[in-house]
């Protein structure tokens, strides 16, 4: 692991009315780590991810991305300054074209969407690139179908195409193969596992599936009600008796 | 949208051409029509050389700017405002205003219209960045308040603008009927066609050129980078924002944008008229004429506003004269003649636009090039 943390959260909480769906949460991830966050349904882990990636703001608490307090940037610029994000419920552009999609993030990160007079057909090298995204994933074949037209599994990939497309410092996957067969969820499962051979990459990952999260995590998170309750190396979190008692079954009353 | 257009390009590694070829007789269709179009308005003076088809071609050219610029909103980036007409308006009385004060000189038209212009600018970019951020309805309500606070201003401030009865005034002896662009032996205008080579002409080439300009500025805003963003806007406005486009930003550019060319529009049609007053630039009947071209021609379809601008312009003019030969060839029947009793045209106006929308939920252009939904 590198020795300073890439993205770290500093006392991160939300308050929906009197309900505290984040409560003091502290934790740092570094470069070249893959951090896997479980807890049981409704124990803040996306609300967390959208206070990262700013979709919600913190009552209180506050984010840096490396030394760069970012608690009050708009989701736009943290996605400019290298977080990106992938979404758990489907979340494209339904009526554009597979390839639109990606080229979109492409041309993100490139910071070209305010060029007005070019012919966006005519940046190629927006469009190598995203076909290489979508070659990536194994979607070059439906690239000119509209999104929406893609089987659910397909539209989790293009979810993934997307987040890679976007060249992110910060890789964020909320459940990523959630409603995918079993023969799709290894494509995705090695395109994180690449992700990673990056060292200089950050990778976040929320998780329900066991045999995923022992593949690839390097560090396990448990939240539970919206707090940190475990965090370290995962043979050791998935052995605390905490952890059993609240994630592997007994807690189901727990469930928001 | 983008998959016809990224088609070409990407035929090599596709294995869809299906989804393409299935809408060429559409495209076929929708492009001859537009053809036809600019072939007819590029010639309109010497094959319509009569006073009232000029007015109709001159207005077709300044509605197609109009139209396809409110189109840039609705159509392609899903922002509603009903303010298209107060920036038509800024355009058209800025003109106007400095060629009542100034004279009958072009840098009167340069100067008025350039200050209308600037002064749409200004204003969509303080609407823009006041009210952008906030839910569509209450940003329509917002460009509502605004353009019935311009109409007001219009009506009130007589000195100006001449209150409700307008501003009548000259415009530059190049584009009156008087002035001969290319004289013959006899010092008579040289006739081409049989049309004569009058101020006229070069009036109506003013128009129809500067609104091709513009139409074709459009045509490339739209295919460009900023024209993806402002579709993935209207798409999936947070997952644009969560892929790094600042979407306040290119929402309010396209605001202004839109204001700018409409501002345009305006001055074309001062210019054109040698009038300016609140019912032919300002009132909500334009407003509802332009969503109803928009809707005809097909949301986000530029092409569709030439369509929907033309068809609903030949009926406003021409649906009467039609409806009175008919009412006079069907008169021996019973009932027929008094349906087709000129003075219900808007009857037969609102029963035609009913079908289209039926048969055409995307708008004629939208539909029959397959695109989108329903809306």
């Not at chain 1, 919206?226 to 190396?233: K, N, Q, T, Y």
């Not at chain 2, 090599?12 to 559409?26: D, E, M, Q, V």
């Not at chain 2, 306040?248 to 049609?269: K, Q, S």
Request: one cysteine or more.
């Amino acid at each position: 692991m590198s020795n300073s943390p890439s993205i770290r959260t500093e006392n991160l909480s939300i308050h929906f009315g009197g309900h505290a769906a984040v409560n003091n949460v502290t934790c740092a991830f570094h470069p070249g780590e893959l951090t896997v966050i479980v807890g049981p349904n409704g124990a803040g882990k996306t609300t967390w991810f959208n206070l990262v990636s700013g979709q919600l703001r913190p009552t209180q608490g506050r984010i840096f991305l490396g030394e760069r307090d970012i608690t009050t940037l708009s989701p736009s610029q943290r996605a400019r300054a290298g977080i990106g994000r992938a979404f758990q419920l489907t979340n494209l552009f339904p009526k554009l074209s597979v390839f639109e999609n990606v080229r979109l993030a492409v041309q993100g990160k490139a910071r070209q969407g305010h060029r007005m007079f070019a012919r966006t057909a005519a940046l190629s090298g927006l469009k190598d690139k995203a076909m290489h995204f979508l070659e990536q994933t194994n979607l070059a074949a439906v690239a000119e179908l509209p999104a929406t037209a893609l089987p659910h599994g397909d539209q989790r990939k293009l979810e993934v195409a997307m987040l890679l497309a976007m060249e992110p410092d910060i890789f964020m996957f909320d459940e990523p193969t959630a409603g995918m067969s079993v023969d799709e969820a290894p494509v995705i499962l090695d395109l994180i596992a690449r992700i990673k051979e990056d060292a200089s990459r950050t990778i976040l990952l929320v998780e329900h599936k066991m045999d995923v999260v022992r593949a690839l995590a390097d560090r396990i998170v448990v939240l539970h009600n919206g707090e940190l309750v475990a965090d370290g190396d995962p043979a050791e979190v998935m052995d605390m008796a905490l952890v059993r008692d609240i994630y592997l079954g007994t807690g189901a009353d727990e469930v928001a | 949208m983008s998959m016809a257009r990224n088609s070409s390009a990407l035929a090599s590694k596709s294995l869809r051409g299906s989804a393409i070829s299935a809408t060429w007789p559409g495209r076929l269709v929708v492009y001859g029509a537009v053809a036809l179009i600019g072939l007819a308005l590029a010639l309109a003076p010497f094959l319509f050389p009569d006073v009232r088809s000029q007015e109709v071609a001159a207005r077709i050219c300044v509605f197609i700017v109009l139209v396809a610029s409110y189109d840039l909103l609705i159509g392609y980036t899903g922002i509603v405002s009903f303010a298209h007409t107060m920036f038509f308006g800024l355009g058209a009385y800025g003109t106007a205003i400095a060629l009542k004060t100034m004279g009958p000189g072009f840098e009167a038209i340069l100067l008025g219209g350039g200050l209308g212009v600037v002064a749409a600018l200004v204003l969509a970019l303080l609407i823009g960045l006041l009210s952008l951020r906030v839910k569509a309805i209450f940003f329509a309500m917002v460009t509502l308040s605004a353009a019935s606070v311009m109409m007001v201003l219009a009506s009130q401030l007589s000195d100006f603008t001449g209150g409700e009865d307008g501003i009548t005034y000259s415009i530059p002896r190049l584009f009156s009927p008087a002035f001969e662009l290319l004289s013959d032996a006899e010092g008579k205008a040289v006739r081409l066609f049989g049309v004569p080579l009058n101020g006229k002409i070069a009036l109506y080439y003013f128009v129809f050129i500067s609104a091709l300009v513009l139409f074709l500025a459009m045509m490339r805003i739209v295919a460009s980078p900023l024209g993806s963003v402002l579709k993935a806007i209207r798409e999936n406005e947070l997952r644009a924002e969560a892929i790094g486009y600042r979407v306040v930003f290119y929402r309010t550019t396209i605001f202004c944008i839109a204001a700018g060319i409409a501002a345009c529009a305006g001055i074309l049609r001062a210019v054109w008229l040698k009038y300016t007053g609140p019912d032919v630039v300002l009132s909500f009947d334009i407003m509802i004429d332009i969503l109803l071209m928009v809707v005809i021609g097909g949301m986000g379809t530029m092409l569709g506003a030439v369509i929907g601008v033309v068809l609903m312009t030949l009926a406003q003019y021409y649906l009467k004269d039609l409806m009175a030969l008919g009412a006079e060839a069907t008169g021996s029947l019973p009932l027929v003649p008094d349906l087709l009793y000129p003075e219900r045209w808007l009857l037969w106006l609102g029963l035609g636009f009913i079908l289209l929308v039926y048969f055409f939920p995307s708008g004629i252009v939208g539909t029959l090039l397959g695109k989108g939904g329903q809306k």
